[in-house]
């Protein structure tokens, strides 16, 4: 059935189409024979004159143009004076479509998904089903007859955490009964051996687990491997659902995924390659000089096997035009609009070195209000200021980059080698983003999914910080409402004949540790300082979700 | 075979709006005089009001080459829009938001300062009531769904005043007529005229066929046709008066019901009559509204309007009246506007259109049944009109946002108080002195003394003016009446002669009646007697004069009788006068 749907779609021709060349993905459409789609965000004319407050300024179009048209004009000569080819989601489409421009694509986003409250809410519910068509129909006829539009993306950072996704698997009739079932398939009917590694309450047995009751991970089990299986199924039934209603409305638009939240599950990302056209993710810097994790998008892409889009960089300056104090959250903020630049280079040139990746799009067309937005982000994300003034070194580097011959010579990044360790100073040791990564990154034994492993020699010892991703809401994954102990992730180490392990949550002994989403442990392992020395690791994320291993000589010169 | 007698009336919900008796919310005054403000002080509420009191063309859409007022272009923002507009309304002595106003700009920046409004739901106009089938679930449902989104979010709001269910619906008897013949067999809305009409005729096919012409042989096989046409000299237009009325009837217990549903305590305001109603529609609202409305521009350019179309509104409806849109036009205005699209009064300069302005209000707020006025609107349109055409200078401020200061100084300077406390309806005199004619009397009643020279008619429910003036050797009469007609509701689509409206005046000391019939597109006025001239302007409101040589018995000082009758085509309503009048020195 599944497969039924590839083969038909895959037979509809598209007005884009994703086209390789060399070993590099490029889009391709009726003005584009390879197009690296550079966008920008929220290209909108901000507040309206109904809503405008002077005494909490923000972008608001209004104010700098005679009227709605001529702000698209001149909008759209300037994103393409800059370099920019692509409108991107939360546009005002409607108002940019009149003016004649016919290399600027659009990606719009439909929110069809969480419309209906997706992935948490029950997607064999029909209601639901009905809703996402509705939303995305309406949303789709209005542009049918838009040449331009390079694609749709079917949602933005959707709440894919499997703390989530479970609890509300029961809360649906139609979610339920099919979650009984797959359990019940996968324990071969026997309540006792499903028992081993979840805690039932509610329900004695699998007819009763149909009607009513839970279940939550047994500490120490595996049921989280069970969890990970549902994932698959629930995120196929998304993907598949979203494929098939945007191509039933525009059969030559491109599915282009659902804008991951700077982190992803295997799982689900397995289920959209099934059905996307391209991968999207939205990528928020590890770090503020603009660097990525290393395994982040190898990893992804090595599991979509389908061309990427970046659908969200930023970066922000403390040192800006519109009053933003960049401090409601975490985007990667330096110091200066210098630093911004390269901050902003050095991202946009990872991405079009990537051969994989088809494009990149920079959030967001203006800054954001000075006092914040409705939800208080307030950051300095803006090609141009709170007054319509462009942030000059910003938009001229983005200009000057030769997109066709920066990506056309890209290839897959080499890891290199470890040679040495590098040394670090004492005082830099707690702070990861003083590191020298490449140098200090540690190759896996396999390509990693959720992690990155970094040693260094310090003055008087051996240190590894360990890079990786968790998920949210897992404490209701358990009766307790918390992560048990031995659920916790942990890392063994041997090294020069030492064998330890270390629960990366509660370690006394790590000198820094960050706990989120996005993970950060540093911690001392070795009292060598010099010579060549065994090195092997073993991460188990938390619930033992996911086990990544490291093995290799480092050679630690004095 | 559908049986036609099996057929289930469809029952209408019969109960009268009540109008809230909590002092919580807007309410009429127990003397129909004003609106009451919710409040322990139940203050009066007299509305003069604007319509589309907005921002104008949004910068977002707003077409550069077509300069309109443009809210964005004159204020920072649009919370200083608000502040301005009501800082004006006030100097200006608008109390309430008409129709379409930008309501949810107000509320979000008015706080303390928000006046009464007004809203139009357009209910009907969903499913496009009332040409669509009234009595089809996909109206009711329709009607509901926009009312179920409409309502809620201001059920609660302490300043609205009520609904106004749609706007200038298309109550055009004949053809509405003519549409609903054409429905489906099964519709509801074709059933039901079959039903009344075997009510009407009580089952007998032969007194129908007396009235109709049509292909059907007996009440069932009018289902299924849709060729009936009134027959000559019959009681047809009678029968179309109840099936209007019937079918307005449902239109209004429908809005009634689906307001009610979701909101208990606003008025309902009715649907804003396009200048125009025929009285069985106006009837059929009786028992389904709080306020009766009607959108009403000057019927001369000096602001001057007939006597009949605000006091047979309401007295067909039983319900007090609000003027729901009012206009006048300049030609020397400073938008642009060429006032060329078709329909409103227009005058020549800005001080004839406050001086136009002036009489209105005054006209309308000396009626002790009228509730308010709402100028139609705030500003001018734009230069070179709306999306449809419609290119007036309607504004009390230009398209730049400049306060046309002739009319607002008037709205500025009147005493609502004394006009409402004098307000009176003038009692007939027993005796008429007719007053002189003006210059060229023939060319149309503006002129025309028409306080003075009013014959007040005898008839309940009158859709016409009569006037009286003469000078030295004639006697003029002048008819002003209101109707519509649709010719295809006869044979050949065309009026027979026996059909059309029809005047009759009798004058003591003339023996014979003079008979003047009228109607029907590009037909002439049809005059039978001798010496007398006749002028006749064709309308929806139609004039028609007769110079009639002075009869013996009329000599200055001499008292005689004046009779007149109407018959609008095919007798649908009568209008009579009896009238002792004497001639001015």
């Avoid at chain 2, 926009?146 to 201001?154: F, M, W």
């Avoid at chain 2, 032969?206 to 060729?227: K, L, M, N, P």
């Avoid at chain 2, 002036?358 to 500003?379: C, D, E, M, N």
């Avoid at chain 2, 139609?542 to 095919?570: N, Q, Y």
């Amino acid at each position: 059935m599944i497969g039924a749907v590839v083969m038909a779609a895959s037979l509809v021709s598209t007005r884009f189409s994703v086209v390789e060349d060399k070993s590099v993905s490029w889009l391709s459409g009726p003005k584009h024979e390879r197009l690296f789609s550079f966008g920008v965000c929220v290209v909108e004319p901000g507040e309206k004159f109904e809503e405008y407050n002077p005494a909490k300024p923000g972008y608001s179009g209004f104010r700098y143009y005679p009227s709605g048209k001529e702000w698209a004009k001149s909008t759209v000569d300037r994103l393409q004076s800059w370099g920019f080819n692509t409108i991107g989601a939360w546009s005002a489409i409607d108002m940019l479509r009149p003016v004649p421009a016919e290399s600027v694509v659009f990606t719009p986003i439909l929110h069809m998904g969480s419309s209906a409250g997706a992935p948490w809410k029950d997607m064999w519910d029909p209601a639901n089903v009905h809703i996402m068509e509705d939303v995305a129909s309406t949303q789709i006829r209005v542009l049918k007859d838009e040449s331009r539009i390079l694609g749709y993306f079917s949602d933005n950072e959707l709440g894919w955490w499997e703390g989530a996704v479970f609890d509300w698997s029961w809360k649906g009739p139609f979610s339920r009964i099919r979650l009984t079932r797959f359990l019940e398939n996968r324990y071969g009917r026997s309540w006792p051996r499903l028992a081993n590694d979840f805690v039932p309450k509610g329900a004695k047995n699998f007819n009763g687990l149909l009607r009513s009751g839970r279940l939550y991970l047994r500490p120490g089990g595996r049921g989280i491997a069970a969890i990970q299986g549902w994932m698959r199924i629930v995120s196929d039934r998304y993907y598949s659902l979203c494929r098939q209603i945007i191509k039933r409305h525009d059969p030559g638009a491109l599915y282009l995924g659902d804008r991951y939240i700077s982190n992803f599950y295997p799982e689900v990302a397995a289920s959209a390659s099934k059905y996307v056209d391209v991968l999207s993710t939205n990528l928020n810097a590890d770090w503020p000089n603009g660097d990525f994790a290393h395994f982040y998008l190898p990893a992804l892409h090595s599991i979509v096997k389908k061309p990427i889009l970046i659908t969200e960089y930023y970066a922000c300056s403390k040192d800006n035009r519109s009053g933003n104090k960049n401090d409601s959250s975490g985007f990667p903020t330096v110091q200066n609009q210098r630093a911004r630049t390269e901050t902003f280079l050095n991202q946009t040139k990872q991405f079009l070195a990537l051969p994989y990746i088809v494009g990149a799009h920079w959030f967001q067309f203006y800054d954001e209000p000075r006092f914040g937005r409705g939800d208080g982000e307030n950051y300095n994300m803006g090609l141009v200021d709170i007054n319509n003034r462009p942030y000059d070194e910003l938009t001229s580097a983005a200009a000057k980059l030769d997109l066709q011959k920066l990506h056309g010579s890209s290839s897959k990044r080499i890891v290199r080698k470890n040679h040495k360790q590098p040394r670090v100073a004492q005082s830099d040791l707690p702070f990861l983003e003083k590191w020298p990564k490449i140098e200090s990154l540690i190759s896996p034994m396999a390509p990693t999914m959720r992690s990155d492993l970094y040693v260094v020699a310090g003055p008087n010892g051996l240190y590894l910080a360990v890079y990786w991703n968790e998920d949210r809401f897992s404490e209701g994954l358990y009766a307790l409402g918390r992560v048990p102990d031995i659920e916790h992730a942990f890392i063994n180490i041997q090294s020069a004949g030492t064998n330890r392990t270390f629960d990366l949550e509660t370690e006394a002994g790590a000198i820094s540790r960050t706990l989120g989403t996005r993970n950060t442990v540093i911690l001392k392992f070795s009292d060598s300082v010099h010579g060549d020395i065994n090195f092997s690791a073993r991460l188990t994320t938390r619930h033992h979700a996911y086990v990544e291993k490291w093995a290799t000589t480092l050679k630690v010169s004095p | 075979m559908i049986s036609i007698l099996a057929l289930v009336c469809l029952s209408q919900t019969l109960g009268a709006p009540k109008a809230p008796l909590s002092h919580e919310w807007f309410s009429v005054a127990k003397d129909g005089m004003s609106f009451v403000r919710p409040g322990p002080k139940s203050d009066r509420f007299w509305s003069f009001g604007v319509c589309c009191t907005g921002i104008g063309s949004p910068w977002e859409t707003t077409d550069p080459t077509n300069p309109a007022y443009s809210a964005y272009r004159i204020f920072p923002s649009g919370k200083a829009w608000v502040d301005d507009t009501l800082k004006k309304f006030s100097s200006w002595q608008f109390n309430s938001l008409g129709g379409w106003s930008d309501i949810d700009l107000f509320k979000k920046h008015a706080n303390k300062q928000m006046i009464p409004y007004f809203v139009v739901l357009h209910l009907g106009s969903y499913d496009k009531a009332p040409w669509h089938d009234l009595f089809s679930r996909e109206m009711e449902r329709a009607v509901d769904n926009a009312a179920k989104t409409l309502i809620p979010p201001l059920a609660a709001d302490k300043n609205l005043v009520g609904y106004f269910s749609d706007n200038e619906l298309g109550w055009w008897d004949d053809t509405l007529f003519l549409t609903y013949l054409q429905l489906p067999a099964r519709a509801p809305g074709k059933l039901r005229m079959v039903q009344l009409f075997e009510r009407f005729y009580r089952g007998d096919f032969q007194t129908f066929q007396r009235d109709w012409i049509t292909s059907a042989t007996a009440f069932e096989g009018i289902c299924s046709v849709s060729d009936l046409r009134i027959r000559p000299n019959g009681r047809g237009g009678l029968f179309l008066n109840e099936w209007i009325q019937d079918l307005a009837e449902h239109y209004y217990s429908l809005m009634e019901r689906t307001i009610r549903r979701y909101d208990r305590n606003h008025l309902i305001l009715g649907d804003r009559f396009c200048q125009y109603y025929s009285v069985p529609v106006a009837r059929a609202m009786q028992k389904h509204a709080d306020v009766a409305s009607t959108n009403l521009g000057a019927d001369w350019n000096d602001g001057s309007i007939s006597h009949f179309f605000l006091s047979t509104l309401h007295e067909a409806t039983g319900k007090p009246v609000i003027i729901t849109e009012f206009y006048l036009c300049a030609m020397e205005n400073r938008s642009g506007n060429r006032n060329s699209s078709g329909g409103f009064p227009i005058v020549q300069t800005q001080a004839e259109r406050a001086d136009g302005f002036k009489r209105y209000v005054k006209s309308v707020a000396s009626i002790p049944f009228v509730l308010g006025a709402h100028w139609f609107q705030f500003t001018d349109e734009p230069s070179k009109g709306r999306g449809d055409g419609e290119n007036y200078n309607m504004g009390l401020v230009d398209i730049a946002g400049r306060p046309y200061e002739e009319i607002t100084k008037v709205a500025s300077s009147l005493n609502f108080k004394d006009l409402r406390t004098g307000a009176l309806i003038s009692k007939p005199e027993k005796t008429l002195l007719i007053p002189k004619a003006p210059i060229d009397p023939m060319k149309g009643v503006k002129l025309w003394p028409r306080g003075t020279s009013f014959v007040s008619p005898i008839s309940p429910l009158p859709i016409a003016d009569l006037y009286a003036v003469h000078d030295a050797h004639f006697l003029y009469l002048a008819l002003y009446e209101m109707e519509y007609m649709d010719e295809r509701i006869y044979e050949g689509n065309h009026v027979p002669g026996i059909e059309r409206s029809k005047w009759t005046i009798q004058i003591e000391g003339i023996d014979d009646p003079i008979e003047v019939t009228f109607g029907g597109k590009g037909m002439k006025l049809n005059l039978k007697a001798n010496g007398i001239e006749s002028a006749y302007y064709p309308d929806l409101k139609s004039t028609v004069i007769l110079k009639i040589p002075f009869p013996t018995a009329a000599r200055v000082g001499h008292e005689f009788i004046l009779h007149a009758r109407l018959d609008t085509h095919s007798r649908r309503q009568t209008v009579l006068w009896n009238q002792v009048v004497r001639v001015s020195p």
